[in-house]
């Protein structure tokens, strides 16, 4: 089975590899990765709620789609769980747009043969990152206010997911706190 390379070999951040277009001969990037993420948005988007809570980044990084998926599916099992399919909305905002390359190298026996060792060395596509810069959102999860609990215990529990620290800010009504 083939492994997934630690991300801890991307996770600063680096120019944007991102040139995909719809016409052929504008294309830089031949294959984009599928991208990951099942939902942007999920819960109640009809409803106005009365509080709103942001996950933000502290620092500047990567953060690989897989992360962000993971992130996405333990908040929302524990929002589901408690506070209903009805009673929040959760969004997420940073897109991956950032195509992450590998090179592969080849160890054992014959690998000499077949691999060009760092002469070619530019890499093939192996997965899609959303660029983080400090202070940034990454999740906004709307409640009413007698489930404020839930939802900084959602956002506490998505972070856990993710690299890197970050902080649950909070508004009520457009009025930052």
């Known amino acids: 089975m083939v492994k997934v390379r630690k991300?801890?070999?991307?996770?600063?951040?680096?120019?944007?590899?991102?040139r995909f277009s719809k016409k052929k001969k504008y294309n830089f990037i031949r294959a984009r990765p599928v991208l990951r993420i099942a939902?942007?948005?999920?819960?109640?988007?009809?409803?106005?709620?009365?509080a709103a809570y942001y996950l933000t980044a502290k620092d500047a990084l990567q953060?690989?789609?897989?992360?962000?998926?993971?992130a996405r599916l333990s908040a929302n099992r524990l929002l589901e769980?408690?506070?209903?399919?009805?009673?929040?909305?959760?969004k997420?905002?940073?897109y991956p747009h950032h195509v992450l390359r590998e090179n592969p190298l080849a160890s054992g026996a014959g690998a000499d043969r077949m691999s060009t060792g760092m002469t070619q060395s530019f890499g093939k596509s192996?997965?899609?990152?959303?660029?983080?810069?400090?202070?940034?959102?990454?999740?906004?999860?709307?409640?009413?206010?007698?489930?404020a609990e839930f939802a900084r215990r959602a956002l506490r529990r998505?972070?856990?997911?993710?690299?890197?620290?970050?902080?649950?800010?909070?508004?009520?009504k457009g009025l930052k706190v």
């Open 81 to 90: 769980k408690n506070v209903g399919k009805s009673g929040y909305r959760l």
């Open 39 to 50: 939902k942007f948005d999920i819960g109640n988007l009809q409803k106005q709620f009365s």
């Open 7 to 18: 991300f801890a070999a991307y996770r600063a951040l680096e120019r944007p590899y991102t």
């Open 63 to 70: 953060i690989r789609d897989i992360a962000l998926e993971s």
């Open 126 to 147: 192996i997965g899609r990152a959303a660029q983080i810069k400090i202070g940034q959102r990454i999740f906004k999860l709307e409640v009413d206010k007698q489930h």
């Open 158 to 172: 998505a972070a856990q997911k993710l690299p890197c620290t970050y902080r649950v800010e909070e508004e009520m």
């Open 92 to 94: 997420l905002l940073p």
